[in-house]
Every structure is written in C-alpha cells, then in structure tokens.
C-alpha cells in the first residue's frame, strides 16, 4: 500500500466516532488481506482473543506501512510521529482513529502498558535514520524495539507479565526477525539498508559491493553460517517459554519457534543463496507443524491420564 502526502494527511483527517463494530471488523479485514507470521498460530487461540490479536496486528500493519510505503523518509518521521500521538490519545482515553478505538479495548480488557507499543514505533522511526549496524550488539538493540514488544503483547493477551516470561519470549521473536533479516538480504539492500552486522562483513571479507551484486562466495557462505547459528541458538534459548504456557498459546509459541528454524533450514538447503531463493514457510509446513503439535499434545496428555 504506497502512500503519498495527500494519503497522509487524509489518514490524520479520521476522527468521525464509529460504533465499535466498524473499527474492529475494519482491523480483521486488516490482518487477513495482509496475513503474515505473526498471527500464524492465532486461530489456536481462544475465540475470545482472536479480536484482540486484530486489533494489535492492525497497529503493527500501519506502523510498517508508515515507515516504509511512502518512498520519502522526512515524510515518514511525520507520520510516525502523528502515530505516536494518536497512541497517546489512546491512553488518555480519547481515541479517534479506528484502530486506536478498536484496541483501547484490547489495552483494557487486559492492562497493557504503553511501552511495548511505543518501542514499535521507536524502531520504525530508527529505520528511517538508520540503514547500518556496526556490531551485532547494535543490531539486538534494534531488535529489542522492533520484535521483542510483539512477543511481550502477546504474553498479556495470554495472562503473563513477569520477567522470566518475557526474557524468552524476547529470545523468540529476536531470532524471528533475524531470521527475516537472513532471508531479505537482498530485499533490504534495495532499500538501502544492512542488517548484517559491519564488523561480520569485515571478519569474513564480504564487502558491500559484492551484496549489491548479490554475489554469494566461501565468504558469503561462511558470513550466513555464522548468523544462523546464533539465531538458532537464540531459538533454542526461547523455546522454554513453550513450557511456560498453559492453554493453546503454547502451540503458538511453539510454532513460532519450530516456523523459524524451518526457515533458517531452507537457507541452508539453498546454500545460503537468499538473493535466489527467498525462503518461507509455506501453507503446506505450517499444516504440518500444526499436525505435530496437535500429535505431541493428545500423546502427552494421554501418557498423563495413564499415569
């Protein structure tokens, strides 16, 4: 969805109260014409949470369509900005666009902080100014804004907010977007930005001109190796928080994790050749991770009722 200036200022221009109905069938329609990984597992989840994980996508959709869909950069700062004050409407109770109707119920049906969605839009306006990370520190700082607050909504919608929780939930979703990061090398140096760390190029002598010819060599290969393992070590670190959840939002955490190693796998099936083959979970895996999921839980609880 390209955006132009007169776009924006007609999206600053919605104010006209709605009867919640409309915001919140407007935030489906959102996440199902723009379905991503993030609400892989949803429909796991229970029905009653299925709005709340609208009305939260929603906000995520139109944050990354801000920042990166109107091909001006100043342009998308406003705009961020304009974002960041309807969120603070929001919170004083005083929402008026119907995104921000819809998931001030969301907010209060389950005492979400504010933090989690200010972060979001720290990293997208980070992206504007930022194109390169010198060490892989720099890099996890982005992370930290920019995927870590999706995994930490998702444990309020599910009724947990303490530390241990959300440290791992923090491992999950940094290796997720690493691993978006991997296989997009190609996508994001077309809009000018390097995710892979500048201090990693130089250890494995891959220069910049050689990913803008989207030349993939021994060093290439052994740069990607590097960056895998430690997403999947991250994975790994995470995966305890499957244990961690009672209810169904185990099986998204677990398909979450189980989605992103698949990914990292195809990468390596590939040799590493990102700018050839993006690879993806496809309809079919995700069909299959689920009927492994479902196939661990009935054989555990069926061991449970034997004992």
């Known amino acids: 969805m390209r955006i132009n200036a007169r776009a924006a200022n007609d999206a600053e221009a919605i104010i006209t109260p709605l009867p919640l109905e409309v915001p919140e069938r407007l935030c489906r329609k959102l996440s199902v014409t723009h379905y991503e990984n ?17 009305n939260i996508y929603s906000y995520c959709r139109i ?39 819809a998931l001030s119920r969301t907010i209060e049906r389950h005492d979400i902080p504010k933090q989690p969605f200010e972060d979001l839009i720290a990293a997208f306006l980070q992206d504007q100014r930022v194109t390169r990370y010198q060490t892989f520190d720099d890099l996890l700082g982005y992370c930290a804004n920019s995927a870590n607050p999706v995994g930490r909504l998702f444990l309020h919608l ?24 991997w296989q997009d090398v190609g996508v994001d140096y077309s809009k000018g930005r390097i995710y892979i760390p500048l201090e990693d190029m130089e250890r494995f002598g891959y220069t910049e001109n050689e990913l803008s010819n989207h030349i993939v060599n021994a060093s290439f290969v052994r740069l990607m190796r590097f960056e895998i393992a430690r997403t999947r070590e991250l994975f790994q670190q995470g995966s305890a928080l499957c244990r961690l959840i009672s209810g169904m939002g ?6 979450f994790v189980r ?49």
């Not at 993030?38 to 609208?54: C, N």
């Not at 369509?65 to 919170?91: H, K, N």
């Not at 599910?158 to 990061?181: H, M, P, W």
């Open 63 to 101: 944050c990354d369509d801000l920042a990166d869909e109107t091909g001006d950069p100043q342009l998308s700062i406003r705009l961020l900005e304009w974002w960041r004050e309807e969120l603070e409407l929001c919170y004083q109770g005083k929402s008026r666009h119907p995104v921000f109707v």
């Open 38 to 54: 993030f609400i892989v597992g949803s429909f796991l989840l229970p029905k009653a949470l299925r709005q709340d994980v609208y």
């Open 158 to 181: 599910v009724g947990y907010r303490d530390e241990v929780r959300q440290k791992l939930a923090d491992s999950i979703c940094t290796a997720l977007q690493l691993t978006n990061f």
């Open 250 to 255: 185990a099986a998204d955490v677990e398909l």
């Open 259 to 307: 989605g992103g190693l698949v990914v990292l796998r195809s990468i390596e099936r590939h040799n590493y050749n990102v700018f050839r083959h993006r690879c993806f979970v496809s309809k079919f895996t995700k069909l299959m991770l689920l009927a492994g999921w479902c196939s661990r839980h009935l054989l555990g609880r069926l061991i449970e009722r034997s004992n």
